[in-house]
C-alpha cells in the first residue's frame, strides 16, 4: 500500500482514507458473501445449541455433548477472545441484513429521490434493544415446557435454510415465512434491525464476558473535542462513554474505526498486523477453520 | 469501572455454567437410577415372558412346529432394501438389512447434501429405528429436515 502512496502522491491524506474505507467495506462484503454460502447454518446451529441444553432440561435428561452444543461453545468462546467478530463478519443473517440494507439505501436514493435513507427512529433504539433478551427468555421458557417444537411452522430460521437450500414448498410454515417478511421490511429501515433488536444469539452475545481487549479501543483524551462521527456510523448506536465499547452490543461492523478523522480507534490485532484488512483476513481465515471443525460448512466434512 | 462490566458478566457465565454442570450432575444420577429400575422391570418382564412362553409352550405342545416358526419370525421379510428420502440439501440414501425377520443394521449410503453439525444429530435416528424396529420415531429438534430424510429412507426401504 505504502508503495502505491508514492507512485500517486496527487492523493490527498483524506482521498487515500477513502480509498482505504472502501477497500475494507469490499473486503468486509467479500467475507460476508464466502460465509454466506458455505456457512448460512452457523448462527442456526449455535442458537439450536441452546435450544438443545433447555429442551433436555425440560425433559429432565442429561445434558449431551452433541454438534450443536459444540457449535454454541466454539462460537462463544471465538466471540469472549474477538468479540462480536462473528456477527459483523460472518453470520448469514447479519449479511442478509446489510444486503437488505443496502439495496433499501439504493432504492430510497435512485428510484424515490431520497437524500437520506428513512429510518426508524433512533430514539426507539435503547428500547429495541432489550427486545432480544425477552426473545430468548422466551425461546428458552418454551423449550425448558416442551413447547418449542410445537410451533416449528412459526420459525422464521427454518424458512431462510429452506430458501439457503433452494426448496420453496413451504407447506406449514406460513408463519414462519410471515415472520421471515416482517423482518426482512425491518431490514431496510434500520442497519442490522434483526441483530439489535430480535437476535436470540445476540442476545448470548451481548451477555458474554467478552475480554476487554476484544472490542475496538479508543483513547478519549485524543478525540477532537465535541467530534461524533464514530457515534454517528455506529449501525446499534453505543455511546461515546469510555467503557461504551465494552457493553456487549457492538456487532463488529468496524465503520467506527474507518470514519475516525484522528485514527483514534483501533485494537492488537490491527497493531500486531499492522494492517486493518490483514486482521479482518487472519480472523476470517480462523473462523473458518473452526467452523469447518464444528461441521458448520455445507461443503466440507470432517468426521 | 472499565471491568465492572466484565467481572460482572463473567460471575454471570460462572453462575450459568455452575448450573448446568449441578443440573447435569442430579440428572446423570437420576439417569442411572432410571435405568436401574427399567434394567429391574424389564428382568421382571423377561422372567414373566419365559413362564408365559413355557405355558403357552405347553398348550400348544400338538403344533409345535407351527409355534417356533411364529417365534423365530420378525415382522419383515429378510432381505437388504434400499431407501431413498429427502433431507435438507438433496436426497438420503440407506441400506436396511433384515435379518431373522428383523432390521438388523441400517447404513446410510448418501446424505452429502446435508450440513455436518445437522446431520450429526439426525444420525443418532439410526440406532433409535433399529431399536424402534421401526420408522416411527421423533425427529431430532433442531435438524427436523435431516431427521425427516432419514425417516423417510428407512421407511421407504421398509
Known amino acids: 500500500m505504502e508503495q502505491e502512496v508514492r507512485e500517486k502522491p496527487k492523493l490527498t491524506p483524506a482521498q487515500l482514507k477513502k480509498r482505504r474505507n472502501q477497500r475494507n467495506a469490499w473486503l468486509r462484503a467479500g467475507i460476508q458473501a464466502v460465509f454466506f454460502f458455505s456457512m448460512p447454518g452457523a448462527f442456526v446451529a449455535g442458537f439450536s445449541g441452546v435450544k438443545n441444553i433447555f429442551q433436555r432440561i425440560g425433559a429432565g435428561q442429561t445434558l449431551q455433548w452433541n454438534s450443536f452444543v459444540s457449535a454454541l461453545v466454539g462460537l462463544c468462546v471465538f466471540t469472549v477472545i474477538f468479540g462480536r467478530f462473528f456477527c459483523g463478519y460472518v453470520c448469514a443473517f447479519g449479511t442478509l441484513g446489510d444486503f437488505v440494507y443496502w439495496l433499501s439505501g439504493l432504492v430510497q436514493r435512485k428510484v424515490f429521490h431520497r437524500k437520506k435513507q428513512l429510518q426508524i427512529p433512533a430514539k426507539l433504539t435503547p428500547w429495541g434493544q432489550k427486545v432480544k433478551y425477552v426473545i430468548l427468555a422466551a425461546i428458552i421458557a418454551l423449550c425448558a415446557f416442551g413447547l418449542y417444537d410445537r410451533l416449528s411452522g412459526w420459525n422464521p430460521w427454518s424458512v431462510f435454510s429452506f430458501f439457503m437450500a433452494l426448496r420453496f414448498r413451504l407447506s406449514g410454515y406460513w408463519p414462519g415465512l410471515v415472520l421471515l417478511l416482517l423482518i426482512v421490511t425491518g431490514m431496510a429501515f434500520r442497519e442490522r434491525f434483526f441483530c439489535q433488536f430480535l437476535c436470540p444469539m445476540g442476545a448470548v452475545f451481548a451477555l458474554l464476558p467478552q475480554m476487554p481487549f476484544a472490542p475496538l479501543q479508543r483513547k478519549p483524551e485524543q478525540c477532537i473535542p465535541g467530534c461524533q462521527a464514530c457515534k454517528r456510523q455506529c449501525p446499534v448506536d453505543i455511546k461515546l462513554e469510555p467503557d461504551g465499547f465494552l457493553n456487549g452490543e457492538c456487532i463488529g461492523s468496524e465503520r467506527c474505526a474507518g470514519v475516525c478523522p484522528k485514527n483514534n480507534l483501533t485494537r492488537w490485532d490491527r497493531k500486531l498486523l499492522r494492517s486493518e484488512a490483514a486482521a479482518a483476513l487472519v480472523k476470517a481465515a480462523l473462523f473458518f477453520v473452526l467452523g469447518v471443525l464444528l461441521g458448520l460448512c455445507r461443503f466440507i466434512t470432517i468426521r | ?158
Do not use: C, W
Open chain 2, 1 to 158: 469501572m472499565k471491568l465492572g462490566n466484565f467481572i460482572a458478566k463473567l460471575l454471570s457465565l460462572l453462575l450459568v455454567i455452575g448450573f448446568l454442570m449441578y443440573y447435569q450432575s442430579v440428572a446423570v444420577v437420576r439417569a442411572a437410577a432410571v435405568e436401574e429400575n427399567e434394567a429391574a422391570i424389564a428382568a421382571v418382564e423377561a422372567h414373566n415372558r419365559e413362564v408365559q412362553q413355557e405355558y403357552e409352550a405347553l398348550l400348544r405342545a400338538a403344533d409345535e412346529a407351527e409355534a417356533e416358526a411364529q417365534a423365530a419370525e420378525g415382522p419383515y421379510v429378510n432381505g437388504v432394501y434400499e431407501g431413498e428420502g429427502t433431507g435438507y440439501g438433496g436426497a438420503v440414501r440407506v441400506r436396511v438389512e433384515i435379518v431373522g425377520g428383523y432390521i438388523d443394521h441400517i447404513e446410510v449410503t448418501e446424505h452429502s447434501g446435508e450440513d455436518p453439525a445437522y446431520y450429526m444429530l439426525a444420525e443418532s435416528l439410526v440406532d433409535a429405528m433399529v431399536t424402534a424396529q421401526s420408522d416411527q420415531v421423533d425427529t431430532v429438534s433442531g435438524a427436523t429436515f435431516s431427521s425427516q430424510g432419514l425417516i423417510q429412507a428407512v421407511g421407504h426401504a421398509l
